[in-house]
């Protein structure tokens, strides 16, 4: 197994991919360099594996999705209308992009629109869908502002919760989130500085680090 994570240096940007050995994540190779062209990045600001091994680069500043084979050379890109703030990847092989108002865009495995997901019910007008991940449900959860949606397969608002401020239930406006293999939400909260883990009904289980830069903080 291997994961992949942005890097960010003088030089410019780049993506680096490690490998799970057994006794934690080893470097494997980076890939890229600050650019506007082929396998270049301006703003790598999330990706996504796919089931067949591709890594889905969402290039915020570029509007575009760039897609690198196992060993991270250029495949193809994807031109987008709006700028992607984060992209997940369904077991189907539809990818999942976020960052157009409070939309999800669905592509197909060719990089092509299938259908857009509208999602209602956002307190905060003016944000965008943000974080996005997709649990072991087949469930969406997408973010936007302070406020965490958890979508059916088809779009379908079953479960929304969170509201401004620093209490357990409580979010700044800057999110992302991501699932574990037991379905629980985990929410990294920017503007408090943590991680909050909530079960799969949306239900509080515990706020991790603090705010600082020792070890455990944020």
């Not at 301006?42 to 500043?61: N, W």
């Not at 669905?106 to 307190?123: P, Y």
């Not at 958890?150 to 409580?170: C, E, I, R, T």
Request: a positive charge; proline letters at 3%.
């Amino acid at each position: 197994k291997f994961s992949a994570s942005e890097h960010r240096t003088t030089q410019g940007r780049y993506m680096g991919v490690f490998a799970n050995s057994g006794a934690g994540l080893k470097h494997v190779k980076s890939v890229g360099k600050c650019g506007i062209g082929d396998g270049q990045f301006r703003s790598p600001i999330s990706l996504a594996v796919t089931t067949e091994g591709d890594i889905v680069v969402a290039d915020l500043h570029k509007s575009r999705l760039q897609f690198l084979g196992r060993d991270g050379s250029f495949r193809k890109k994807v031109h987008l209308t709006f700028k992607p703030w984060c992209v997940a990847a369904l077991t189907n092989g539809e990818l999942l992009v976020t960052g157009d108002g409070h939309r999800i865009h669905v592509l197909d495995k060719q990089g092509r629109e299938s259908r857009v997901i509208q999602v209602t019910g956002a307190a905060e007008k003016d944000k965008t869908t943000k974080g996005i991940a997709v649990d072991n449900l087949g469930r969406i959860i997408v973010t936007i502002g302070y406020q965490v949606f958890v979508l059916s397969p088809s779009g379908n608002v079953k479960l929304k919760f969170g509201d401004k401020g620093q209490g357990p239930q409580q979010f700044s406006s800057s999110l992302r989130v991501t699932v574990n293999s037991s379905n629980q939400i985990i929410i990294s909260d920017g503007g408090n500085n943590n991680l909050k883990i909530f079960d799969p009904n949306g239900r509080h289980l515990f706020t991790s680090v603090t705010r600082g830069s020792g070890p455990g903080q944020l």
